[in-house]
C-alpha cells in the first residue's frame, strides 16, 4: 500500500502496487509479478468494473526490466519471465483475512479498533455510537458478499483462490491470480491449475463464501455479547437465501423473464444442465 487518494469527485482509493518487490508480508516469495498475469489482472479488474461487478481497479501496469522465475503450470518447469508491476486501485484493501489474524492471536483491542475504523471509514450507513454496531457490519458484509458471488456466477467468473486472505470486506472482487471465465457452462470448471482437490470450482464459488463469512463471524465473536452471537448466527444462516435470490433475479434479467412464476427456477436449471449436455 503506497498510499490514499481522493480525486475530483470526492472519492477515496487506497493506491497498491503488486510486484514491486518483497514486503513484510511476502513470507518465502520474491514479491514480484510476471508481465503475463500482469496484463490479465489489468484487463480483467477493467472488464469486471464495467459489467458492472464491485472490483478492483487498474491505473497502469509498467514492465520491469527483473528476471522473474515461474513454474506457469506446477509442473515443475520452471521459466525466466519478464516482470511487471501493477498501480491497483480500491476503496479499501481490508479482507477476512486482515481480521482472522488479529482475533486468532488473541489481540483484540486491536481488533476492535480496527474494526471501528474499517466500519467509520467504509460503512457510513452504521452509527459509530450503536452498541449493535459490529453486528450491522455483519449483516451488511453477509447480504453484500452473496451479492457479489451471485454477480460472478452471472457471468461465469470463478475466483480461483477465494480464501479469507483474497476476501474483501467491502465485498468486491480482489487478488486476481489464478481466475478464469467459463467458456460453456461446466459447474466443474476450476481456473487455478494448482488446485488438486478442486476446492474452488465454480460451482463451490457460493460454499466458499459461506465458509469466509463463518471465519468472519468467528473473527467477530470475541467482541459480541451472547444474544449478539445468537443474531449474528442466524445472520449467517440467511446467506443462502440471499444468494439464491439474487442469483435467480439475474438469471431472470439475462433471460428477460418478467414477474413472478413459480416456474422461473425450473427454467433457469433446465437451461443450465441443458448447456451442460450440450
Known amino acids: 500500500l503506497i498510499g490514499v487518494y481522493t480525486n475530483r469527485h470526492g472519492e477515496r482509493w487506497e493506491l497498491q502496487l503488486k510486484g514491486s518487490g518483497k514486503t513484510p508480508y511476502s513470507r518465502?516469495?520474491?514479491?514480484?509479478?510476471?508481465?503475463?498475469?500482469?496484463?490479465?489482472?489489468?484487463?480483467c479488474s477493467e472488464a469486471m468494473h464495467n459489467l458492472g461487478i464491485p472490483t478492483s481497479r487498474a491505473a497502469s501496469l509498467v514492465v520491469s526490466d527483473d528476471d522473474v522465475w515461474r513454474d506457469q503450470f506446477y509442473n515443475g518447469n520452471i521459466k525466466k519471465e519478464r516482470g511487471a508491476i501493477v498501480l491497483r486501485l480500491a476503496k479499501s484493501w481490508f479482507r477476512i483475512g486482515?481480521?482472522?489474524?488479529?482475533?486468532?492471536?488473541?489481540?483484540?483491542?486491536?481488533?476492535?479498533?480496527?474494526?471501528?475504523?474499517?466500519?467509520?471509514?467504509?460503512?457510513?450507513?452504521?452509527?459509530?455510537?450503536?452498541?449493535?454496531?459490529?453486528?450491522?457490519?455483519?449483516?451488511?458484509?453477509?447480504?453484500?458478499?452473496?451479492?457479489?458471488?451471485?454477480l460472478w456466477m452471472s457471468v461465469g467468473f470463478a475466483h480461483g483462490v477465494c480464501n479469507t486472505d483474497n476476501f474483501s470486506l467491502l465485498s468486491i472482487t480482489i487478488d486476481y491470480g489464478p481466475f478464469g471465465f467459463m467458456d460453456s457452462y461446466d459447474p466443474n470448471f476450476v481456473p487455478n491449475t494448482s488446485d488438486d482437490e478442486r476446492r474452488y470450482k465454480i460451482g463451490n464459488q457460493a460454499s466458499v463464501g459461506l465458509f469466509n463469512l463463518s471465519k468472519l463471524l468467528q473473527a467477530l465473536k470475541p467482541l459480541l455479547d451472547p444474544r449478539q452471537k445468537q443474531l449474528a448466527s442466524q445472520i449467517l444462516e440467511g446467506y443462502g437465501e440471499h444468494y439464491y435470490s439474487r442469483f435467480t433475479e439475474l438469471f431472470k434479467i439475462k433471460l428477460g423473464l418478467l414477474?413472478?412464476?413459480?416456474?422461473?427456477?425450473y427454467l433457469i436449471a433446465f437451461l443450465l444442465k441443458v448447456s451442460l449436455l450440450c
Open 28 to 43: 518465502n516469495g520474491d514479491g514480484r509479478a510476471v508481465l503475463r498475469s500482469s496484463v490479465r489482472e489489468f484487463l
Open 259 to 265: 414477474g413472478e412464476n413459480e416456474n422461473d427456477n
Open 98 to 150: 486482515s481480521l482472522e489474524i488479529l482475533a486468532r492471536s488473541g489481540e483484540l483491542d486491536l481488533l476492535r479498533r480496527l474494526l471501528d475504523f474499517i466500519i467509520q471509514e467504509h460503512f457510513p450507513s452504521i452509527a459509530m455510537n450503536d452498541s449493535n454496531r459490529y453486528l450491522e457490519f455483519f449483516s451488511t458484509v453477509v447480504s453484500e458478499a452473496a451479492n457479489l458471488i451471485a
